[in-house]
């Protein structure tokens, strides 16, 4: 017998505990997917132990810093390794997010892990993280389509080429946690509205949805698509009719919240509270607190159509005003975000491949059959229109819109496009999952149990074919993967002698042991963070792209000549300047399109020079402008006076070369 003298009874709690045999079957399942993800993600270790691409290396390199120096040194670092000579306030300029809980995970597994090295936590984190996001996505599939839709939704996720490229092995960034926290700001907020919840684990969801919304704030530069997506949503219910109180609590939990996190994180901080997009989140709060007062004395359908007209008035305004001439007073990046036809960038901006409006194509390959089954359970969500689906169908649409309009933006496209995609798949073989009408049915009932007048072997036979067209998904999956990472491969995605080139990890590790601590490197930004990262030495610029006059002035040292670019190197006490010469390696005349070599125009146009000086674009013919610059002459390992060579990689592809000025009298 249980012992209740103690106030609990012990076989009750157990018996909450048990999981059914499908809970079983069910959870089996989804811990499958999630280390499905997790080998296929693992794929580019077997190129070796590197971080990928860019950015990550600065996330690296904070995460570092924040181990050895602690969470609160981080809101006075001022970074001498990077932007020399004034270099460069971080916490004014970069987000704590990753850098916080990859230091937090660092702390809690070291306990366990001895020889645990911060750059092993950087390398795993993305993966880590993927695994986190499965497992939110699923709850949040089931919360819109039950168990089933919760399961593909994972494994769409677990899947995807274009979330794969961000969250396998290596890519320690800012998507890491942006993602996983738009599925988190959104399953919780769908929880904070549910009636089968009480108002107690309502007001619970509602702040968990404000903590999570200002992790993406904290964490990530696209946090403002989730703070307008919860917009949207609102205006959304209110103009479908569906608005309650219930709204006004949530909603007001989360923005309150996640803006005071907002308001919290140095680079964000109360300015941003100002901002347009800002204003307008609290706005709205202000306008549904006021109909509260005023609801039983209007019609909903004047509210109704009220909030539409909000809507379709802020479309208008982003796409006509600037087309007139009037400038939004919501930053010019993301306003670009929003219409993508406004222009006013900048060479620097349009010099970044990720800035660039997605080709569709590249959206095909990236999502395939779950893009087509987004859409039909989009027909679905319309079909049978509750607050859920409405949320669900906003997500979706408003994720392939801004996934059309910038490359960069496909990660926001991951998560919808999973989570509408499971759920038109479930919907597609949902008949076919009834049971069957019995013979004493009515004919009306039996024709229900119908698929819109198409037979259940045709359903089946659908459901297979959806199967197989999984196929080209995994197969683009386990491609995205399988590659190395960027430095594992020297930013080369061609193979010398079977083997990846190791020009650039050579490089690294030459300036760690030959270059001096306060000695400064000058070469093209995209290198920075590996330089400042890796080698630990100080650079003029990097991807934070602070300063563009100083990378203006990189661009004119690399094409103008020599001795006018000796004079812009001494200006800066640069002690070597870098060059990147992707090329055959027996024939330096066949180019390969991977580094300074094709880089040069856009340092010819962010440095104020004129193209025309360079190249005959008629004539296909390169002038002397081109031939006799600075970049030309060291990439052919034909320096001048000034520039001694002193070191080549293995392939001749990264060149260093000490600078030496003229005395002065």
């Known amino acids: 017998m249980a012992d209740n003298s103690q106030g609990f009874d012990t076989d009750a709690i157990l018996s909450k505990l048990r999981v059914s045999r499908l809970q079983a079957i069910e959870i089996a399942v989804v811990a499958i997917v999630a280390v499905v993800a997790v080998l296929i993600r693992m794929l580019p270790l077997q190129y070796g132990a590197y971080l990928t691409a860019f950015d990550p290396l600065f996330q690296y390199r904070a995460t570092e810093y924040v181990v050895e120096n602690g969470y609160a040194a981080w809101w006075t670092w001022h970074d001498t390794l990077s932007w020399y000579p004034m270099g460069r306030d971080i916490p004014s300029t970069a987000y704590p997010g990753i850098p916080f809980t990859a230091a937090f995970l660092y702390g809690i597994a070291k306990i366990f892990i001895s020889n645990l090295t911060v750059l092993d936590v950087a390398l795993y984190y993305p993966i880590f993280m993927a695994v986190l996001t499965i497992i939110a996505i699923y709850f949040l599939g089931k919360e819109v389509g039950g168990s089933p839709a919760g399961i593909f939704a994972a494994l769409f996720m677990a899947i995807s080429p274009a979330y794969i490229r961000r969250s396998s092995f290596g890519f320690f960034d800012t998507e890491n ?38 992790l993406i704030y904290a964490s990530w530069g696209a946090a403002k698509y989730m703070s307008g997506l919860l917009m949207l949503y609102m205006l959304l219910i209110v103009a479908s009719e569906k608005y309650s109180s219930k709204y006004l609590i949530s909603y007001s939990f989360t923005i309150g919240l996640g803006f005071l996190v907002v308001s919290l994180t140095p680079r964000l901080g109360p300015n941003t509270l100002m901002g347009m997009d800002s204003l307008a989140s609290f706005g709205l709060v202000v306008l549904l607190l006021g109909y509260e007062f005023v609801k039983d004395r209007i019609d909903i359908g004047v509210v109704s159509v009220g909030a539409a007209g909000l809507v379709v008035l802020a479309v208008l305004l982003v796409y006509i005003l600037p087309a007139v001439g009037i400038t939004l007073p919501i930053g010019n990046k993301f306003l670009q975000v929003l219409n993508p036809f406004t222009s006013g960038s900048s060479f620097l901006y349009d010099s970044v491949a990720e800035n660039h409006v997605t080709a569709w194509t590249s959206l095909f390959n990236d999502y395939g059959l779950v893009l087509a089954l987004g859409v039909f359970g989009s027909y679905y969500a319309v079909k049978e229109l509750d607050e859920k689906n409405l949320y669900a169908l906003a997500f979706f649409t408003t994720g392939l819109y801004f996934a ?3 490359s960069r933006l496909t990660q926001i496209l991951a998560a919808p496009a999973c989570l509408m995609g499971a759920y038109g798949i479930v919907m597609a073989v949902k008949p076919f999952l009834q049971p069957k009408a019995s013979e004493s049915s009515s004919r009306k009932s039996r024709r229900k149990n119908e698929v819109s007048g198409v037979s259940k072997r045709l359903v089946l036979f659908f459901m297979a074919f959806m199967l197989l067209a999984l196929i080209p998904n995994v197969n683009n999956a386990i491609k995205a993967a399988d590659s190395p990472t960027q430095l594992a491969s020297s930013s080369i995605s061609v193979k010398i002698d079977g083997e990846y080139p190791q020009d650039w990890p050579q490089a690294l590790e030459w300036m760690k042991e030959n270059v001096g601590d306060d000695e400064v490197v000058c070469s093209w930004w995209d290198y920075g963070y590996w330089i400042e990262a890796m080698a630990g030495k100080t650079t003029m610029a990097d991807g934070a792209t602070q300063t563009t006059r100083q990378i203006s002035t990189i661009g004119k040292i690399m094409m103008s000549e020599p001795e006018e670019s000796l004079e812009l190197l001494e200006r800066y006490d640069a002690d070597y300047i870098l060059v990147f010469f992707t090329h055959e390696p027996d024939n330096v005349q066949k180019g390969w399109p991977f580094g300074d070599n094709v880089k040069w125009e856009w340092m010819v146009r962010i440095g104020g020079l004129d193209p025309n000086d360079y190249v005959n674009y008629t004539a296909g013919i390169y002038k002397d402008g081109f031939i006799n610059s600075t970049l030309v002459s060291l990439m052919y390992e034909m320096p001048e006076q000034g520039y001694e060579q002193v070191f080549a990689s293995e392939n001749s592809f990264v060149l260093i070369y000490k600078l030496e000025y003229p005395e002065t009298g």
């Open 177 to 214: 946690i942006g993602v996983f926290a738009i599925v988190l700001t959104s399953l919780f907020f769908l929880r904070a509205n549910d009636d089968k919840n009480k108002i107690e684990k309502k007001v619970v969801y509602a702040v968990l949805s404000g903590l999570s919304l200002g």
């Open 404 to 406: 059309g309009v910038m």
